[in-house]
């Protein structure tokens, strides 16, 4: 039982750092999730519910947060994927008073089918394709640098604060094409240039150097959809 | 706020918002390149360790911030209400009291036998230094160690240098009743008389020498002193005549004739079996400070103890000082002229 324990946790601690240790231990403890699942919601969960993907989600979280402190990591993911499902449920339950798209009515033809659509779904699909080549070239490229998706995500800014001194810098790289150019050929953040000419603290940017990376990289030629998505947010690092 | 989907895992996804940030949320069925409007964030763990890291710093500083308050008013509250502060010694009732800075009594110590019968059964704590000193002069008195006309001499430490007027004024205003005069002094003065008084021959709580062998005759108006009560010392160590225990019966605590004034040679105080050792207390000195004694330098003092300005009491300090320097309680019938003989 120790020795299960133990190795328990040094999975947990391993995933803790990598993302497919941590895709391969909630594959490996799919069947606990859903059966903690199904306890709170005392019926049998499936695979596609958003109430599993809510348990596996608690999952993680549990990987990421657990600590030799908080004892056995089972019983800590057990308490995780109880909280998120009962928040999931108190979230759910302001949006009762919404009719879903897909009830039937008596002729057997759901809402979603009566309504006029306005929307392109061909426009659409081809939007989403070219950005998901985008996404696929932006992480091919992040490789390079020694930088995956999760480590942004992990190394992203928190505070409005450090946000806005990180958006500084990025304008000031966008407004300077040499440093780009030197970015991509150096394969390293040039933080000097761009703390001495944004005027903001190195230190900051050393902290958040990885997301640094992934930002520069969209801003280079090639990611039109990504950089149009926070375009908003660029200029306004003008402003500020 | 939109969200761009950017990767996918098993049970979890990295979505970027407009706002260029990167974060972490439920994979509900996501494909890479979906536009999300409403995702389930997760909750930083860096953020819950660091607030909880913060958390339980706070509490241990706030635990900490209490224990110190806690112990420093404790503090405060020992040194002003138990630490001595100063100390005050009645050196006529041998009486020793430990004040707390507020002025309060803390302890009582008696400085010999003597002291420790004038106090038995007193209980002076909590009580002002000057009521507790009243009241143990009072007890001096009525315990017959103590009479009127004397003077009292306190002995005040360093702690209340300045306060010695006020001490003075206040003990006067209370025990003038007695017909008791009053003079304080610093601690460094009992300490210099307590030196001076180890050279001097008299024995310290030695035994009495032997009783005078004669008794005179009935003093002319001065009633029979009564015995004193069983252990109980003969008051002795008054700078002024000696004044004869109380007897329990006797109406007039002391007798017609004054006592207690030295200066009535012709009228020395009666006969009394010689009690316990009178301590070679410390010899009252004169009262620099104050104005001379009635009664002229106490028979108790050292034979080395120069009043040059005072009038001596021959006669009384032959009667009351043994061959030995041991203070005699007895006093010979006043026209009793006994010279104490030279033991060597």
């Known amino acids: 039982m120790e020795s299960d324990a133990k190795q328990i946790i040094s999975k947990v601690y391993k995933a803790k750092n990598d993302s497919h240790a941590a895709d391969d231990l909630i594959e490996s403890y799919l069947p606990f999730i859903r059966s903690e699942a199904a306890k709170i919601l005392k019926r049998p969960v499936d695979q596609s519910d958003d109430e599993m993907s809510i348990a596996m989600f608690a999952f993680y979280e549990a990987i990421r947060n657990y600590s030799r402190l908080r004892g056995s990591f089972l019983k800590f993911a057990a308490l995780q994927i109880k909280n998120r499902l009962i928040d999931y449920f108190r979230k759910e339950k302001r949006n009762r008073g919404h009719i879903s798209l897909d009830e039937a009515d008596d002729d057997d033809t759901s809402l979603i089918d009566s309504i006029s659509d306005e929307h392109d779904d061909y426009r659409e699909n081809e939007i989403r394709e070219a950005t998901q080549q985008e996404i696929a070239e932006l992480s091919a490229q992040m490789d390079d640098f020694g930088v995956s998706m999760s480590d942004v995500a992990d190394n992203s800014p928190k505070q409005r604060r450090t946000l806005e001194i990180c958006q500084k810098a990025i304008y000031y790289a966008r407004n300077n094409p040499d440093i780009l150019e030197d970015f991509l050929r150096t394969k390293k953040v040039p933080l000097a240039r761009l703390s001495e000419g944004a005027g903001v603290e190195r230190k900051t940017l050393e902290r958040h150097r990885r997301y640094l990376v992934a930002v520069l990289l969209i801003c280079t030629n090639g990611y039109e959809i990504m950089r149009g998505h926070i375009m908003q947010v660029l200029k306004g690092g003008e402003r500020s | ?344």
Not at chain 2, 68 to 87: A, Q, R, V
Not at chain 2, 93 to 119: P, T
Not at chain 2, 220 to 244: T, Y
């Open chain 2, 1 to 344: 706020m939109k969200y761009i989907v950017m990767e996918c895992h098993k049970g979890y996804a990295v979505l970027m918002d407009e706002e260029s940030r990167f974060v972490t949320a439920a994979n509900l069925g996501y494909n890479v390149g979906d536009t999300i409007n409403d995702p389930v964030l997760m909750s930083s763990g860096s953020e819950d360790a660091s607030r909880r890291k913060i958390m339980i710093t706070a509490k241990f500083v706030s635990i900490a911030a209490c224990l110190t308050l806690l112990i420093g008013s404790g503090y405060l509250y020992y040194s002003s209400n138990y630490k001595t502060y100063s100390t005050v010694i009645i050196s006529e009732a041998d009486v020793k009291m430990s004040i707390n800075k507020k002025g309060k009594v803390i302890k009582l110590e008696s400085c010999n036998q003597r002291g420790e019968e004038i106090i038995k059964d007193y209980n002076a704590k909590g009580k002002d230094q000057l009521t507790a000193a009243n009241e143990i002069i009072e007890l001096g008195i009525s315990k017959g160690y103590l009479s009127d006309g004397e003077t009292v001499s306190l002995y005040v430490s360093d702690g209340e240098t300045d306060k010695y007027d006020e001490i003075s004024d206040d003990s006067d205003n209370n025990i003038n009743k007695h017909n008791l005069k009053v003079s304080v002094h610093s601690m460094n003065e009992y300490d210099d008389r307590k030196s001076v008084s180890a050279t001097n021959p008299v024995t310290t709580d030695a035994p009495p020498a032997p009783a005078v062998p004669e008794k005179p005759p009935a003093a002319p108006a001065a009633p029979q002193p009564a015995e004193p009560p069983h252990g109980a010392p003969l008051p002795d160590g008054n700078d002024k005549a000696v004044v004869p225990p109380t007897a329990p019966n006797a109406d007039v605590p002391a007798p017609a004739e004054p006592p207690v004034k030295p200066d009535d040679n012709n009228v020395p105080p009666p006969l009394s079996e010689p009690k316990a050792t009178e301590p070679a207390a410390p010899p009252h000195e004169p009262h620099h400070d104050t104005e001379p004694p009635s009664a002229p330098d106490k028979i108790n003092e050292p034979k080395h103890d120069k009043q040059p300005d005072k009038e001596p009491i021959p006669k009384r300090s032959e009667i009351n000082i043994t061959p030995n320097g041991i203070l005699n309680k007895e006093l010979p019938h006043p026209e009793v002229n006994i010279k104490a003989p030279n033991i060597p």
